[in-house]
């Protein structure tokens, strides 16, 4: 019996937790109740992560949706922009869109979307086709 492919992604980090993020940091990966992403640079990806949440564009969240992919639910996520980021970087700043956190539910190697214990997130092979419609220029791609 072949099995589907799988990939880890590690997209390309924008950012980090900003002040009004929670975290519980006792436990490994941090588990996030309220996520504030604050972009400190946007290379313009469609997915962007800060350990171990990701976050995607409402495009991509729209076409996951469409898709019927399984295993990613969205959240709202509080996104601002570090005053250097606008400071040196203000058409990138000023193109940021609009974002949905993207929470990986699924279970390990039945879905399109999980996460593993150590906080990886693993994409399915009908997952990867979908994202590469979309700008996934800086992420790290191997399978997994």
Do not use: C
Request: hydrophobic share 45%; aromatic share 10%; glycine share 6%.
């Amino acid at each position: 019996m072949t099995t589907a492919a799988e990939y880890s992604l590690s997209p390309e980090v924008a950012g980090d937790f900003g002040a009004e993020s929670v975290l519980d940091t006792t436990k490994h990966p941090p588990v996030v109740s309220r996520l504030h992403y604050e972009f400190e640079g946007w290379d313009g990806d469609d997915i962007v992560a800060t350990f171990p949440v990701t976050i995607v564009t409402d495009a991509l969240a729209k076409a996951i949706l469409e898709h019927g992919l399984t295993g990613a639910k969205f959240d709202d996520v509080i996104v601002t922009k570090d005053p250097q980021f606008e400071m040196f970087f203000p058409t990138e700043a000023a193109a940021l869109p609009n974002w949905r956190w993207l929470r990986p539910v699924g279970r390990p190697h039945a879905a399109d979307f999980w996460q593993k214990e150590n906080g990886e997130l693993v994409v399915s092979d009908r997952a990867l086709r979908l994202l590469r419609q979309f700008h996934l220029n800086h992420a790290e791609i191997e399978e997994a």
